[in-house]
Each structure stands twice: as structure tokens, then as C-alpha cells.
């Protein structure tokens, strides 16, 4: 099956300044990578998707780039807020099948 | 639009007691996913459905866990005997199947602590 593998595990930020996390998957079938946002004691929650057909895909603050050659996938945050503060968890799935998660990175932006 | 509904939200039992939890998963969504979320990590595929049909259930413990969506619809996830290590949270979620339409929508989860 497929294997994510996500990294820094731990990230902390001025706020302003840009957060990248980093994921790469290992089944080249693998042709949608959302990620999701989970504050503590919450359920995990959408915040951008892309699929393989498209390198890069942008929502206001947040961006995702897919570099399907190398099989690697990557957040962008920029001018971060407090309210960013949370664990991202990327993922890589066949459509939405069998989808699996990176082990996230916990995201902590400093006022 | 409602979302996914779980119960029960907390659960603690004692090792090698049962514990079941419910799902209903948002009108219309055609495929469910049980997933296991360990304190730290992160979610852990047990079993997808489609309908009342398993797509895959590759990571999920046989000997111990057991699911169930016999009308399509809601879900139950059945764990019997429990063991320390299944303390977790145990997130239902759904989402419309084919292609085009990705969106996986989760549930508040049942926290399960097993002492």
C-alpha cells in the first residue's frame, strides 16, 4: 500500500514569517494529496487538496505544489497567524481510496 | 448540510471488555472509512466501504476488530477482545465516490481509553 512520510514533525514560526511542510509518497498511482488541519481535541479538517493532473494550486494564504516525478508534495503558509497554530497532517490516496496519512507536524506560530 | 455523526464520544473500559461505536455518515456519501488516530500520530486506515461493500480493510486487526454496514448506510466498529494499545480515537468519515469529487469529511471521533 501506499506509505506517506512527512517531515518536520515539529515547526515554530514567527508570525508573518512562511511555514513549508514537506511530504513524499511512495505508490506512483497515488493521484490526490489533500491536507488537513486538526486543533487539539478536534476532528481533522480540509484546508487545500490537488490533484496529479496540476503542479500547484493556491486558496489566499495557503498553497500546495506536487512534484510528481520526485513523488513529493509540499505546504505553503504565508504571512502565518496565531490562529494557524494546529497539526497538519498531509495525504496521498488513488482517488479516495485507501488513503493514508503522513504522522503530521505540529505547527506552532509565535505572536 | 449535517455531517458525520459518531457515538459515543468517550469511552473507557477496562482490557479485554468490548466496546462498539456508531457512525451515520453524511446524506447521500456513498463511501465510509473507519480510521484509528493514536495520541501524536497520525490517522491510520481500518476499513473503507462502498455501500455495504469492504474496498479494503488490509490494516485492520481481524482477530480483534470488526465492522459492519449492512444496509449501506451507518456503521458500527466492534473491538472484542480490547487491549491497551487500541487507546485511541477512532474517526468515522465519508465521502461521495468516483472520480473528481475527493473530499473526505470527518467525523468528531470516539475516544477510547482502554485501562
Known amino acids: 500500500g501506499e506509505n506517506v512520510e512527512q517531515h518536520p514533525s515539529t515547526l515554530s514560526v514567527q508570525e508573518g514569517d512562511s511555514a513549508v511542510i514537506k511530504c513524499t509518497y511512495s505508490d506512483s498511482a497515488s493521484n490526490y494529496f489533500p491536507w488537513y488541519k486538526q486543533e487539539l481535541g478536534k476532528r481533522p479538517q480540509l484546508i487545500i487538496d490537488i490533484r496529479s493532473n496540476v503542479g500547484e494550486k493556491k486558496d489566499q494564504r495557503i498553497a500546495v505544489t506536487l512534484n510528481k516525478t520526485a513523488k513529493h508534495f509540499s505546504l505553503h503558509i504565508t504571512e502565518t497567524q496565531p490562529e494557524d497554530s494546529a497539526v497538519y497532517f498531509c495525504?496521498?490516496?488513488?482517488?479516495?481510496?485507501?488513503?493514508?496519512f503522513g504522522a503530521g507536524t505540529r505547527l506552532t506560530v509565535k505572536p | 448540510e449535517a455531517g458525520v455523526a459518531q457515538s459515543p464520544r468517550y469511552k473507557i473500559i477496562e482490557k479485554r471488555q468490548s466496546v462498539a461505536f456508531w457512525c451515520n455518515p453524511i446524506s447521500g456519501h456513498a463511501t465510509l472509512y473507519w480510521y484509528q488516530q493514536i495520541l501524536g500520530q497520525g490517522p491510520k486506515l481500518l476499513i473503507q466501504?462502498?455501500?455495504?461493500?469492504?474496498?479494503?480493510d488490509s490494516q485492520l486487526p481481524k482477530d480483534r476488530f470488526s465492522a459492519e454496514r449492512l444496509k449501506g448506510v451507518d456503521s458500527t466498529l466492534k473491538i472484542q477482545p480490547a487491549k491497551l494499545e487500541d487507546s485511541a480515537v477512532y474517526l468515522c468519515?465519508?465521502?461521495?465516490?468516483?472520480?473528481?469529487?475527493?473530499?473526505?469529511?470527518f467525523g468528531e471521533g470516539s475516544w477510547l481509553t482502554v485501562v
Open positions: 468519515a465519508s465521502s461521495v465516490p468516483g472520480t473528481g469529487r475527493h473530499t473526505i469529511y
Open positions: 466501504f462502498q455501500n455495504n461493500g469492504v474496498v479494503d
Open positions: 495525504a496521498a490516496s488513488k482517488d479516495n481510496n485507501d488513503m493514508r
